[in-house]
């Protein structure tokens, strides 16, 4: 797979390699403090390509505790980029219902 992402430019595909590698270092300490068994990702990240994603999930294999091995699974946003929009809608649809803002 990397022999793949390095044949268009070196520098730039280790810049990114590194970023990921910093990236999954967040998810699995993530993991350790939650014990959650689905970590989901949304944004720009949710875009990579699936070359890219399935990086992240090697590299958090190799960095998370004993404890959460074969654990967990991690999946893209089904909303991507509007997850936050959705949220936030979601959010305040329950504080309405709920009266709690009046």
């Known amino acids: 797979m990397e022999a793949r ?14 970023e990921l590698a910093e990236f999954s270092f967040s998810i699995a300490n993530f993991l350790a403090i939650a014990s959650t068994d689905t970590v989901c ?21 190799e960095l998370v505790f004993i404890a959460n091995k074969y654990n967990y699974k991690i999946v893209r946003s089904y909303f991507i980029d509007e997850a936050v929009l959705v949220g936030a809608i979601l959010l305040a649809a329950d504080n309405i219902m709920d009266d709690s803002i009046f």
């Open 41 to 61: 990702i949304g944004g720009g990240v949710a875009k990579l390509s699936d070359i890219l994603f399935e990086r992240i999930k090697e590299y958090t294999e």
């Open 5 to 18: 992402l390095r044949q268009s430019d070196y520098i730039p595909i280790n810049s990114i390699l590194y």
